[in-house]
């Protein structure tokens, strides 16, 4: 629970430190004397976001410090320790704003971001101001008030989760076939790809043969007068060799010759040979087969036109062929990834499923009793002939983060009416008093140790008032209540009695905060009984006030 409230140079508060009681305290004061700086500062300390305009005065920052007691609040210790900030069975939270805008947030001083102070803040405060009779027309507000009360809230969340997850898979199915788009289509396509170039039976490298063999074919005739006429000049060297040997060997009796002339003409002898064996080799190779032309042509405009249709070159339509081969492969694994998604949806849909059914059960059997408790409440608030039904509407093919259910809220103000939504039945007065018989309710069932209820009474007065007072002063007795009112029949139920006044001295006003004596209550419950002007009369009716509640109670 909230023991300590320290709060420096915000707004209209200088210097202002609170510190609170269990069970239930009133905050009461005149119009406008700052009341709602108190809950504002609060909220700050809690996570709500900061305004520059909210730093007092000239001062250039303003600091809010609130303590908690955490020894009957196993879950919110649990949560420090995990996040690592957890020090002893106390808690403080410090929010620091300057006036240029920026905020700091600490737990434990230890420094945090907004959002795990606010995440924490919503585990120790619960505040219902007048705001929340404008929630209460919000069919999800509703919702979230009956899982409230059901205990239904780790329920629920459950179901978040498994819709959240059923999402997420429905979300990359989705993406899975927009890049793959006509998955048949694509598959035929490739396999078509692949055919056309297989049909070719290319082999590595045989393009380049293909294009020698071509060009071999086309002008075979012309290399066949060429190697002739290369043939017939070897010939005659050949055939002149032996004169030129003749001649050396004449030479050489004549005179000592150099024997390397010798070797060199034994040498042209071989080669002359040896190049007239190739040419009538490469003779015979030639062929002037017109046929083979023609098969060789047609191959390779076939090869050619399909590399022009792959836009690459002939020699690389094999790797083509390797890469249509990849993105078939791999076309096919997408194809076996979108079945085993299919199969994870499926299961996801049917945990979801379950977990929706069960929370709607549980809301039906709930509803019923929150409706029944609602009326008990608004009997006591006056409302004896309202009645209230909370409908919680079933569809299976709803699929949504919050399960199959519609829950709406039903009133029937008065006799003879219909029960209808409550945004179309209840006047601003109705409203008011249907709204705090709801928040008790719910404030029961709430996990939050600090309940604030912020001027939730406005629009009710006399006898009806101080069965509100009552009310909040029974839930105090397992919650710790802070309320701020301007009713006297709401004040008098509360243990422990604040008041707020707002003070000005040489043109400087500020809201200080005390808590009350015995004799300032009584003083504090006549003004607010009968305004300024306090006779004996309303003093001795608020000390009448306050004795019966202190015996009632």
């Known amino acids: 629970m909230l023991i300590h409230l320290s709060i420096n140079n915000f707004v209209l508060v200088e210097n202002l430190a609170i510190d609170f009681n269990p069970n239930m305290t009133v905050l009461t004061g005149e119009t406008g004397a700052g009341k709602s700086i108190l809950i504002d500062a609060l909220s700050l300390a809690l996570g709500q976001r900061a305004d520059a305009g909210q730093v007092r005065g000239n001062a250039t920052s303003a600091n809010i410090i609130a303590e908690f007691d955490l020894s009957k609040l196993p879950k919110v210790v649990h949560w420090l320790k995990e996040n690592d900030l957890h020090q002893t069975d106390t808690c403080i939270l410090r929010r620091a704003i300057t006036s240029n805008a920026r905020s700091r947030c600490f737990i434990n001083d230890k420094p945090c971001t907004l959002a795990t102070l606010n995440q924490l803040g919503q585990m120790l405060v619960q505040i219902h101001g007048q705001h929340a009779q404008q929630k209460l027309l919000q069919r999800d507000y509703q919702r979230e008030m009956l899982d409230e009360y059901a205990h239904a809230t780790e329920s629920a969340q459950a179901v978040q989760q498994a819709y959240q997850n059923y999402r997420q898979l429905m979300q990359q199915k989705q993406a899975l076939l927009e890049n793959n788009l006509d998955y048949f289509k694509q598959k035929d396509y490739l396999q078509y790809q692949i055919a056309e170039i297989d049909q070719l039976d290319l082999q590595p490298g045989e393009v380049t043969q293909l294009n020698n063999q071509q060009k071999q074919l086309a002008n075979a005739d012309r290399i066949l007068n060429l190697t002739q006429q290369v043939d017939a000049i070897l010939q005659q060297q050949i055939q002149a060799l032996p004169n030129a040997e003749r001649s050396l060997t004449e030479i050489n009796n004549l005179t000592v010759v150099n024997d390397n002339l010798a070797n060199l003409l034994e040498t042209v002898s071989v080669n002359l040979q040896e190049a007239a064996t190739e040419i009538n080799a490469l003779q015979q190779q030639i062929q002037n087969d017109p046929q083979a032309l023609i098969q060789v042509e047609a191959k390779l405009v076939k090869i050619y036109d399909l590399a022009r249709k792959h836009q690459v070159e002939a020699e690389d339509l094999l790797e083509q062929q390797a890469q249509l081969q990849q993105d078939l492969v791999a076309l096919e694994e997408k194809q076996t990834l979108l079945d085993m998604i299919d199969g994870k949806i499926t299961q996801a849909l049917t945990c979801y499923k379950d977990k929706a059914s069960a929370l709607s059960q549980l809301r039906q059997q709930q509803a019923k009793k929150l409706s029944t408790a609602i009326e008990k409440n608004l009997r006591l608030v006056g409302m004896k002939a309202a009645k209230c039904q909370i409908q919680v509407i079933t569809d299976e093919a709803n699929i949504s983060g919050h399960g199959f259910d519609k ?14 939504s409550l945004a179309k039945i209840a006047s601003g007065g109705e409203l008011s008093r249907v709204s705090l018989a709801i928040q008790v309710i719910t404030a029961k069932t709430s996990a939050t140790p600090t309940l604030i209820f912020d001027e939730v009474d406005v629009g009710i007065g006399g006898q009806i008032a101080e069965r509100v007072g009552k009310l909040l002063q029974t839930l105090g007795q ?54 300024e002007r306090i006779t004996d009369a309303t003093l001795a009716h608020a000390k009448e006030l306050l004795e019966v509640n202190n015996t009632s109670s």
């Open 407 to 420: 829950v709406e809220f039903l009133f029937q103000a008065n006799p003879g009416n219909k029960l209808a």
């Open 478 to 531: 397992s919650v710790q209540v802070l309320c701020i009112t301007h009713l006297a029949q709401v004040a008098v139920c509360a243990q422990f009695h604040m008041c707020v006044a707002k003070i000005t001295k040489k043109n400087n006003t500020q809201v200080i905060l005390q808590q009350l004596s015995t004799m300032d209550k009584i003083q504090e419950i006549a003004r607010m009984i009968s305004g």
